[in-house]
């Protein structure tokens, strides 16, 4: 997309330069900065659907005090994520994100410098329709769908990241699984069923046991 990681400048970007809140929409940020109107009145919706069928950039850089030494890790949290695109540490592609209702990690400390690091996020086009009534079986797109035009809210695709973003330095971060994935199946004739976890850990989680236990709920009356 012709644009400079280190600067942040672009000349295919049509605006830049928008200060945004995070967490936070592309949308909330135009409509704070005077690009656009507020959605919620009259037809502005309709107005603002050229918003989704853009690339969008959020953009920053991370203060020198908290890059970490060689011997220690810098790992970047997200919380949510709306809905598809790339995270780019200096320039170069540090992880991919698919699921605007999971949390993401990624290790960048393979791709921070000394001193002065940037990390963009480039949100793709969103999907150009999660259909409501009759099409939840053929969804694929991990997207709130309700986004798209529902019986109590006109279209309105947002973009941007909608949770909190941390940035953990050092060794001691807590173990975890990732690309946690549950598949189930059953056969109610012969009251069978099958149950798939696959995860992967991260190093601190290799050094533990995972214990996978499977109870009946039952309710109280």
């Known amino acids: 997309m012709n644009f400079d990681f280190d600067r942040f400048t672009g000349n295919w970007a049509e605006y830049a330069e928008i200060d945004i809140e995070i967490p936070g929409s592309v949308q909330m940020a135009l ?10 009145i009259g037809l502005n919706c309709n107005k603002i659907e050229w918003i989704e069928n853009r690339h969008w950039l959020i953009a920053g850089r991370i203060p020198d005090s908290w890059v970490a030494d060689e011997h220690s890790k810098t790992i970047l949290e997200c919380k949510g994520l709306d809905y598809k695109g790339l995270v780019m540490v200096n320039g170069k592609e540090a992880g991919r994100f698919e699921n605007a209702f ?4 990624f290790d960048i400390s393979s791709f921070l410098k000394k001193s002065n690091n940037t990390i963009v996020f480039v949100f793709e086009c969103p999907p150009k329709n999660l259909a409501q009534i009759g099409w939840t079986s053929l969804i694929k797109d991990w997207k709130p769908r309700f986004n798209f035009g529902w019986d109590w809210i006109p279209r309105m695709v947002q973009t941007g990241i909608w949770d909190n973003v941390y940035i953990h330095v050092g ?24 149950l798939t976890i696959k995860a992967t850990p991260n190093t601190p989680a290799l050094r533990g046991k995972v214990k996978v236990e499977l109870t009946r709920r039952t309710e109280k009356n």
């Open 31 to 40: 409509k704070n900065a005077g690009i656009i109107e507020d959605w919620n």
């Open 102 to 105: 999971i949390p993401y990690t």
């Open 171 to 194: 060794n001691n971060y807590p173990a975890s699984l990732e690309q946690l994935q549950i598949i189930t199946s059953a056969d109610k004739k012969i009251n069978s069923g099958r």
